[in-house]
């Protein structure tokens, strides 16, 4: 697609309850990470795809948080038995390299808002 | 490990009037450098990135940074503020293609008429 597409874009869940986010990242892109945003802060890395495996998931707060990309395009994350603090906007991002020229860094999702009650 | 530190969480100025949004880093090896701005209830929006051009980075909306190692920051400017410029800017450091991006705590700037 055009840009990246994060899905829902809000989402309220009882407490205890599964939730899943998806992200559908830039046709292309090779590269996918998630971020957390809690109120009145900057988002913090969660995990990073490079085609299907996990690069990176030094970021994951727990093992409630899982995350697959399983055909190296959309990713989901998984969040457990999910709890008040969980409360946060998602944000996806997907990167590439190009094939002349510079990095054009990071393009990122509108985020899903995940409200736990 | 990469960070970034931003001076002010809160930045007010007038409308018309020079702003300044600070931003230092600390990477072990040549950075890039990129501010983002967030609009209440929405995404983040890339406002420029520095990626080992020009220092001088030119970027949307009027602002601009510059890239400066001796001093490891990467301040954001414009000549002259206006209403819609009210937002949260972000700084944030990446190693490069295959690293994650880590940000600042935001700055959240306030245009007064």
């Known amino acids: 697609g055009a840009g990246v597409s994060q899905t829902p874009s809000n989402k309220v869940t009882e407490k205890g309850k599964y939730v899943e986010l998806r992200c559908d990242p830039i046709?292309?892109?090779?590269?996918l990470y998630w971020y957390r945003q809690s109120l009145g802060q900057g988002p913090e890395f969660l995990i990073y795809?490079?085609?299907?495996?996990?690069?990176?998931d030094s970021g994951l707060p727990n093992d409630r948080f899982f995350a697959v990309r399983p055909e190296g395009s959309v990713s989901t994350l998984k969040i457990q038995r999910t709890e008040r603090g969980d409360s946060a906007v998602y944000l996806c991002?997907?990167?590439?390299?190009?094939?002349?020229?510079?990095?054009?860094?990071?393009?990122f999702g509108s985020g899903t808002r995940l409200t736990v009650v | 490990a990469q960070s970034v530190t931003q001076l002010g969480s809160h930045v007010s100025v007038s409308e018309g009037a020079l702003v300044l949004l600070r931003c230092n880093y600390s990477?072990?090896?040549?950075?890039?450098l990129f501010w983002y701005v967030q609009y209440p209830n929405q995404g983040l929006q890339l406002l420029l990135k520095?990626?080992?051009?020009?220092?001088l980075v030119k970027g949307i909306n009027g602002f601009e940074a510059e890239f400066k190692k001796s001093e490891t920051s990467f301040h954001l400017t414009k000549p002259s503020a206006h209403m819609s410029d009210a937002a949260e800017y972000f700084c944030?450091?990446?190693?490069?293609?295959?690293?994650?991006?880590?940000f600042g705590a935001g700055t959240i700037l306030r245009v007064k008429s």
């Open positions: 991002a997907s990167s590439s390299l190009p094939l002349t020229g510079s990095w054009n860094g990071y393009t």
């Open positions: 046709s292309g892109h090779t590269a």
């Open positions: 795809f490079q085609g299907t495996g996990a690069a990176d």
């Open positions: 990477s072990s090896v040549p950075p890039y």
């Open positions: 520095y990626t080992s051009a020009a220092t």
């Open positions: 944030a450091v990446s190693l490069g293609y295959g690293n994650k991006l880590v």
